[in-house]
C-alpha cells in the first residue's frame, strides 16, 4: 500500500488563531452579556513541543531526519547524547528560566501505537527548567504600548514518538517511526492567555527565540514545533485540544450556557469538517504511573556548564526591547521592531555615537534608519548587511539637515547618490546640495518656469481647479533639482508665477 503522507495539522493553529479569535471573543462576549453569574474569561494555556537542532536522537546514533523511507531510520536506546542536553539547556536560558541543581528523566507508561514499549523517557520529578518569563510587546490602536507576559511553568526534555498516518479505512493506519526517540523539549506555558491571538503570538515569540538562539528551526510545516492548548472557562475543568483554541472557548461557553458540567478530555480539531472531537479522557498525572528511569543517571548542572551555555547565545529580543522602549531612547515598538528584525542595533548606536547625543536625536536617527535608509535600500533589494552607506555617513547627513545645511528633500536624494554607487567624500556630496549653491533665487526662478512652460497641461489642469496637480508639479521640480530647494519656497514661487499668468 503507498504509503500516505499526514502533515501534521499544528500549522492550524496560526491559521485559524488569527481567523476566528475575534469572531470569537464576540461570541464570547454575547455569552457572557446573559450568564452574570458566572464567570467566562478564557484561560488558555500551551504545550508546546519543540524538536532541537541534532543530526541524531536522543538515546541513540540513529539519524534525526524525516524525509527519509518510512522506518528506515530506526536503531536500539543505547547512550545519552551529549547535544541535546546542551540545546535544551540554551534554549531554557533563552526562554528566561530557572534551573535546578540536578536533573534525571522518569518513565511516563501509556499504551499507544506509536510509542510500542508502553512508556516515554521524559522529566517529571527533576524537569530541566521552571520559572521562565518572556515580555510579548504589541500596539494598541490608540498606540500605546500593551506588554504581555508569557509565563512558563516548565521545560523538560523527552524523546519524541512515532508518526501515525490515517488511511480512508479508520479501522487501519500507518506508523512511521523515524522520528521515534528524537530530541525535544517541550514547553509549559501558565494559563496566562486570554485570547486566540495573544497565544498565537506567544507561540511567534517563542519559535523567534528558539531560531534565535539556533536551538530549533522551529517549523511548523514539517512538524519541528508542535502545540497543544489547555483551556478552561472560569473556574471550570481546563480540556487540552490538539491544534486549535479559538472553537474550544466557543464549546466551553456553550456547555456552560445549557448549565451543563465540563469534563475533563483531550480533543482534536479536524480542520476539513472544522469540528473538535473528542480523543480520550484527560489523564491525570497518576494515569501515567511516573517512575524513575533506572538506566539513567542524575544529572548535575554546575554553575560553569550554565554560564557556558549562555555566554554561547546572542542577545536576545526582549533585553533590547527593554531597552530601547525605555529612557533614555523610548522608541515606538514599531520602529523598535524592524531595527531588531534587520539586526541594526549596533549601526544605530554608532551613528548616535557619531552624533554625540542619545537623548535628543535617538528617535531622529532611528527615524533615519527604517524609513529612509532602510526604505531605499528594500526598493533595490539590497540587504541591511550589505548597505553600503556607513554610520558616520548617516550621522553627518543628520547633522546637515539639523543645522538647516541641507534640506530634508535633499537628504534623501543623497542617500539614493551614494547607494547608488557615489564614491566622493560625503562632505563634498553634502557641499554641492548646500544652500551656499541653491539659495540663488533667479536660478530657483528659472527652474520653476522650465518645468511649467514644459508641462502646460498640467499647468492648465491647475488653473481649472484641479489643485491637486500641484503635486506632480513640485514632484518634477524637487527630482530635477534633487531636493536642493525648500518645498514650502518651491510651492509658492510655482503658485505666483502660474497665477500672474508668466506661463
Request: one cysteine or more; aromatic letters at 10%; hydrophobic letters at 35%.
Amino acid at each position: 500500500m503507498k504509503y500516505k503522507e499526514h502533515c501534521y495539522k499544528g500549522i492550524n493553529i496560526f491559521k485559524l488563531f488569527y481567523k476566528n479569535s475575534i469572531k470569537t471573543i464576540k461570541q464570547f462576549h454575547k455569552y457572557y452579556s446573559t450568564i452574570h453569574s458566572f464567570n467566562l474569561t478564557p484561560a488558555i494555556g500551551l504545550e508546546i513541543h519543540v524538536r532541537l537542532a541534532t543530526s541524531i536522537k536522543l538515546f541513540s546514533e540513529s539519524e534525526n531526519k524525516f524525509s527519509r523511507i518510512p522506518n528506515s531510520s530506526v536503531d536500539f536506546f543505547d547512550k545519552l547524547n551529549k547535544t541535546p542536553i546542551l540545546l535544551a539547556i540554551k534554549s531554557a536560558i533563552a526562554l528566561s528560566c530557572k534551573f535546578p541543581k540536578k536533573i534525571s528523566f522518569d518513565r511516563k507508561h501509556y499504551f499507544y501505537p506509536d510509542q510500542p514499549a508502553g512508556y516515554q523517557i521524559t522529566q517529571y520529578y527533576y524537569p530541566l527548567a521552571k520559572n521562565g518569563i518572556i515580555k510579548l510587546y504589541q500596539s494598541e490602536e490608540n498606540n500605546q504600548l500593551k506588554i504581555i507576559t508569557i509565563k512558563i511553568k516548565q521545560i523538560h526534555l523527552e524523546q519524541d514518538t512515532g508518526k501515525t498516518s490515517y488511511l480512508s479505512n479508520p479501522s487501519k493506519s500507518l506508523i512511521d517511526f523515524n522520528r521515534m526517540g528524537s530530541p525535544l523539549i517541550e514547553i509549559i506555558t501558565k494559563p496566562c492567555f486570554s485570547s486566540g491571538k495573544e497565544a498565537g503570538e506567544a507561540i511567534k515569540k517563542i519559535q523567534s527565540i528558539l531560531r534565535s538562539a539556533s536551538t530549533s528551526d522551529a517549523n511548523i510545516e514539517d512538524g519541528g514545533l508542535r502545540c497543544d492548548v489547555n483551556i478552561s472557562i472560569g473556574n471550570h475543568p481546563k480540556c487540552e485540544i490538539k491544534n486549535l483554541a479559538n472553537c474550544e472557548i466557543k464549546r466551553q461557553i456553550s456547555i456552560i450556557n445549557l448549565g451543563k458540567e465540563i469534563k475533563k478530555q483531550t480533543l482534536k480539531y479536524d480542520a476539513e469538517k472544522n469540528i473538535i472531537i473528542k480523543l480520550r479522557d484527560k489523564e491525570e498525572s497518576v494515569d501515567y504511573r511516573y517512575i524513575p528511569e533506572p538506566d539513567l543517571p542524575e544529572i548535575v548542572l554546575s554553575k560553569k556548564l550554565l554560564k557556558e551555555c549562555k555566554k554561547s547565545l546572542p542577545k536576545f529580543t526582549d533585553t533590547v526591547f527593554q531597552k530601547y522602549l525605555s529612557n533614555p531612547y523610548k522608541l515606538p515598538l514599531r520602529i523598535v521592531k524592524t531595527l531588531a528584525k534587520k539586526h541594526a542595533f549596533d549601526y544605530f548606536e554608532k551613528v548616535l555615537k557619531n552624533l554625540g547625543d542619545p537623548i535628543n536625536y535617538s528617535e531622529i536617527v532611528a527615524n533615519w534608519i527604517v524609513n529612509k535608509l532602510l526604505r531605499q535600500l528594500n526598493i533595490r533589494n539590497i540587504s541591511f548587511q550589505k548597505n553600503p552607506v556607513n554610520p558616520e555617513t548617516v550621522a553627518y547627513i543628520i547633522k546637515a539637515v539639523e543645522s538647516n545645511h541641507i534640506t530634508d528633500t535633499s537628504a534623501k536624494f543623497i542617500l539614493y547618490n551614494i547607494i547608488e554607487g557615489d564614491t566622493r567624500d560625503i562632505y563634498d556630496i553634502v557641499k554641492s546640495f548646500g544652500h551656499e549653491n541653491t539659495s540663488n533665487p533667479y536660478l530657483m526662478l528659472k527652474v520653476c518656469q522650465e518645468i511649467l512652460i514644459n508641462h502646460k497641461k498640467q499647468v492648465d489642469q491647475y488653473k481649472s481647479g484641479q489643485n491637486k496637480i500641484m503635486k506632480w508639479i513640485l514632484g518634477k521640480v524637487i527630482k530635477e533639482t534633487q531636493g536642493k530647494f525648500p518645498v514650502e519656497e518651491l510651492e509658492q514661487l510655482l503658485k505666483e508665477i502660474i497665477n500672474k499668468n508668466n506661463i
